[in-house]
């Protein structure tokens, strides 16, 4: 959503159907996806599943592949500008990342996400507000004044709604989503930098 915003054409791909899903949607595996069509788009944007570097997923044990690397060497393949998102827990794995958090975008939650990116694409680091409202703790109701975490089995589907801007989303999408808003500031800046190259 944020791309569009921004004024991009989307094209999402996932190896699991997305009945939710706004824009155009190919059901396939990502990686294979990139590497046979990732130059034919202008942009690509790849988040790679988090859970293998979920502190939540290795608090209950539960085993995910690996996709970060994979991802990147597809990325790599196509010639055109990426970016690959992931959580806090990637850190090791990304590549000189720019981290984003929700009050940078006067967003009422503090979603840190990391974005490595390549293809001659380029972002700057923000400046991180401090983190001067409290956090209700996950699964907890969000008391007013406090930020939600909106993971897991959380509390205020409709709250998460308005504050991440994702209102056709359910439980399930929000817990693993970034905020359009995030993407919108990358694409934006993106496209500022092409018209730029173009003028020269």
Same mark, same amino acid.
């Given at each position: 959503?944020? !791309?569009?915003?921004?004024? /991009?054409?989307?094209? #999402? &791909? ?7 899903? %706004? $824009?155009? /949607? ?8 990139? =590497? @046979?069509? #990732?130059?034919?788009?202008? $942009? ?25 690397? *994979? ?24 590549? =000189? *990342? &720019? +981290?984003?958090?929700?009050?940078? /975008?006067?967003?009422?939650? !503090? =979603?840190?996400? !990391? $974005? ?7 972002? =700057? ?12 703790? +996950?699964?907890? %109701?969000?008391? %007013? #004044?406090?930020?939600?975490? $909106? &993971? ?23 817990? @693993?989503?970034?905020?359009?808003? !995030? ?18």
């Amino acid at each position: 959503m944020g !791309y569009h915003l921004a004024g /991009f054409e989307v094209v #999402g &791909v996932d190896i699991a159907p997305q009945p939710r899903y %706004p $824009f155009t /949607f190919v059901q396939a595996d990502a990686v294979a996806f990139i =590497r @046979e069509h #990732g130059a034919e788009f202008d $942009f690509i944007h790849a988040s790679p599943p988090c859970q293998h570097d979920s502190d939540c997923q290795r608090i209950q044990g539960n085993a995910h592949p690996d996709l970060i690397g *994979p991802t990147r060497a597809a990325l790599e393949s196509t010639g055109r500008p990426w970016v690959i998102e992931n959580v806090r827990g990637a850190l090791p794995k990304l590549r =000189r *990342p &720019v +981290m984003l958090c929700g009050p940078m /975008f006067g967003l009422e939650t !503090y =979603r840190h996400r !990391y $974005f490595e990116v390549g293809g001659r694409l380029q972002l =700057r680091q923000l400046p991180h507000p401090a983190h001067t409202a409290p956090q209700a703790k +996950m699964g907890r %109701p969000i008391p %007013p #004044g406090w930020y939600g975490q $909106f &993971v897991g089995n959380f509390s205020g589907v409709p709250l998460a709604r308005r504050v991440m801007g994702v209102d056709w989303m359910n439980r399930d999408g929000i817990r @693993e989503c970034i905020p359009p808003a !995030y993407t919108e500031w990358i694409g934006r800046g993106f496209l500022a930098a092409l018209a730029l190259t173009e003028v020269a």
